[in-house]
């Protein structure tokens, strides 16, 4: 009996055994019970941990296209703000050359008034002075028509010298006494007034070759020149032209058509009055 009861007391645990047994699986089970919870516990922070860096990583796109966009705005407002002054550039230029514009029309209009005012007295200074040389060559005209034939053309006085008047023999162009005197009353006349020139053009008959004749006119109007000289005219004003008979005064070829024809005009040009209006 003994030895079976301390055979089976060496079988069975003692109840202190068991008892540190069921503490044993107890602490196992709890330290299961603890790992799965720490694994649970685990997984729940991976996973946040995983939201957490895709939140991350969307807030950091979010702020990348934020300063994407914040440089755009940037360089949108650096562009507008250059167009802004460039704008304020340009319109203070375009103000500035207005009022030079507006500056330059006024001095132009001031030009121009004074130019019309100018021209208006200029006019007015013209108009009188035509209107003296008028009453001078109308004066002229009376004088020297009694002394001689005086008619008024185009070009301006023109005195005839021949027939009655002045008288060249034919073939002749030398002057006679009485004809030195006409020319001097003529001089004498002439030498009161001033700003004209006075043409000598000489004539003859149609008798002789136009070479001859040509020759002839010429040395009738030289002495007619040199006289009116010799009588005090300057001969600045005076120049001689021969004709020959190719301006005959009366056509025909009677003795009376070529003593009319031998003859020497004298043209008188006023300098301040225009001719042929």
């Known amino acids: 009996m003994s030895s079976r009861g301390l055979s089976l007391q060496s079988e069975e645990p003692s109840e202190p055994a068991r008892g540190r047994g069921k503490g044993l699986a107890v602490l196992v089970v709890l330290l299961l019970l603890c790992v799965g919870g720490l694994g649970f516990l685990g ?21 990348d296209e934020s300063a994407a ?10 562009a507008a ?10 319109r203070q230029l375009a103000e500035a050359q207005t009022a030079d514009a507006f500056q330059k029309a006024d001095a132009a209009r001031q030009e121009a008034s004074s130019a019309r005012e100018t021209a208006a007295r200029a006019e007015a200074e013209a108009d009188r002075v035509r209107k003296k040389a008028e009453a001078e060559v109308n004066r ?4 020297l028509g009694q002394i001689a034939e005086t008619r008024r053309t185009a070009l301006g006085l023109v005195m005839n010298l021949g027939g009655d008047h ?59 020149r040199d006289y009116l000289v010799k009588a005090g005219l300057s001969p600045e004003i005076l120049t001689v032209t021969g004709h020959g008979k190719a301006l005959p005064l009366v056509p025909g070829t009677s003795e009376a058509a070529r003593a009319k024809n031998r003859r020497v005009e004298l043209g008188l040009v006023n300098m301040q009055i225009r001719y042929g209006r």
């Open 81 to 90: 703000e250059a167009a802004a002054r460039a704008a304020a550039e340009g």
């Open 43 to 63: 997984y729940q922070i991976l996973q946040r941990m995983t939201a957490v860096e895709r939140q991350l990583a969307s807030v950091s796109g979010k702020t």
């Open 140 to 143: 002229l005209e009376a004088a």
């Open 69 to 78: 966009l914040a440089r755009q705005a940037m360089e949108r407002a650096v």
């Open 166 to 224: 002045l008288k060249f023999e034919f073939d002749k162009a030398e002057l006679r006494p009485e004809d030195r005197e006409l020319l001097g009353r003529i001089a004498g006349v002439l030498m009161t007034s001033h700003d004209y020139t006075i043409s000598v053009n000489g004539h003859t008959d149609d008798v002789g070759s136009a070479a001859y004749n040509q020759r002839l006119s010429e040395r009738r109007a030289e002495a007619v």
